[in-house]
């Protein structure tokens, strides 16, 4: 069966040999989620992509910090993602955290193109 892309983290599948992302859908949910785990600098010819959100996992758990990274998310979005709105960012509070040192965010989006609406959960 036809994919679109490799889904990732790759892993094997009996039908294609590797998992594929199977409708646009997820091919969108796949990179906004790859945007926002993307250290500015990693990708190669694009030393300006990616979030970093691994960068604010060491930071206080504050207002301030979480408003920067809700800037970060919606400003990278716009550039890469144009056909994308941000809907709203959720933080998980520490007491609802099953690792105290982790962070988990919520960021509801629509696919404006496709009249779409779903919730990315990135965990770290």
Same mark, same amino acid.
């Given at each position: +069966?036809?994919?679109?892309?490799?889904?990732?983290?790759?892993?094997?599948?009996?039908?294609?040999?590797?998992?594929?992302?199977?409708? +646009?859908?997820?091919?969108?949910?796949?990179?906004?989620?790859?945007? %926002?785990?993307?250290?500015?600098?990693?990708?190669? +010819?694009?030393?300006?992509? #990616?979030? #970093?959100?691994?960068?604010?996992?060491?930071?206080?758990?504050?207002?301030?910090? @979480?408003?920067?990274?809700? #800037?970060? !998310?919606?400003? @990278?979005?716009?550039?890469?993602?144009?056909?994308?709105?941000?809907?709203?960012?959720?933080?998980?509070?520490?007491?609802?955290?099953?690792?105290?040192? #982790?962070?988990?965010?919520?960021? !509801?989006?629509? %696919?404006?193109?496709? @009249?779409?609406?779903? %919730?990315?959960?990135? @965990?770290?």
């Amino acid at each position: +069966m036809a994919g679109f892309s490799p889904a990732l983290p790759i892993r094997r599948s009996s039908q294609d040999g590797i998992a594929l992302t199977k409708n +646009m859908l997820e091919v969108i949910k796949q990179n906004l989620k790859n945007l %926002v785990l993307t250290n500015p600098g990693e990708r190669v +010819m694009l030393p300006l992509f #990616g979030v #970093g959100i691994k960068r604010v996992l060491f930071e206080m758990n504050n207002a301030k910090t @979480q408003a920067a990274l809700i #800037g970060a !998310i919606e400003s @990278q979005v716009a550039k890469y993602m144009p056909f994308l709105s941000i809907d709203n960012v959720d933080f998980q509070s520490r007491s609802e955290l099953i690792d105290p040192n #982790g962070i988990n965010v919520r960021i !509801i989006y629509h %696919v404006t193109p496709l @009249q779409y609406n779903d %919730v990315l959960h990135v @965990q770290i």
